[in-house]
């Protein structure tokens, strides 16, 4: 499985952006597809995820109620919708592929694999 994420940009605090996450190559309902955030010095953090069947997703706290993960089985395409932004969201924005042995969403960057070029996003105050 190779990935691709696109739709990174500059935005004005309060604003919004959708990442998008092209897969190409069979990713199955056991495979997980996380967003993870990385700035210059630091460690690649875990931002959402969701299990490619469609029955869970999990959120880091900071962005709880203003991102949104959401996957297209048609499209192979894994979406993060990005709304009322923060200047803290700025980053790379990188998405990888898991698959956990218990299927549930893991956090933990060195889990996932065929991360891609990034994204990169700057949220203005």
């Known amino acids: 499985v190779q990935l691709q994420a696109s739709g990174g940009g500059l935005v004005q605090a309060g604003g919004s952006l959708r990442l998008s996450c092209a897969a190409s190559?069979?990713?199955?309902?056991?495979?997980?597809i996380s967003w993870f955030r990385q700035t210059p010095g630091k460690e690649r953090l875990f931002v959402a995820g969701?299990?490619?069947?469609?029955?869970?997703?999990k959120y880091a706290d900071s962005v709880k109620g203003r991102f949104t993960i959401s996957r297209d089985t048609a499209k192979n395409t894994a979406d993060l919708q990005m709304n009322s932004l923060k200047p803290e969201d700025t980053g790379d924005y990188y998405c990888?592929?898991?698959?956990?042995?218990?299927?549930?969403?893991?956090?933990?960057?060195?889990?996932?694999?065929?991360w891609g070029q990034g994204t990169q996003v700057t949220v203005s105050s």
């Open positions: 190559g069979n990713i199955t309902a056991k495979n997980v």
């Open positions: 990888g592929v898991s698959m956990p042995l218990l299927g549930e969403v893991i956090t933990a960057a060195p889990l996932y694999w065929s």
């Open positions: 969701i299990r490619w069947s469609g029955d869970g997703t």
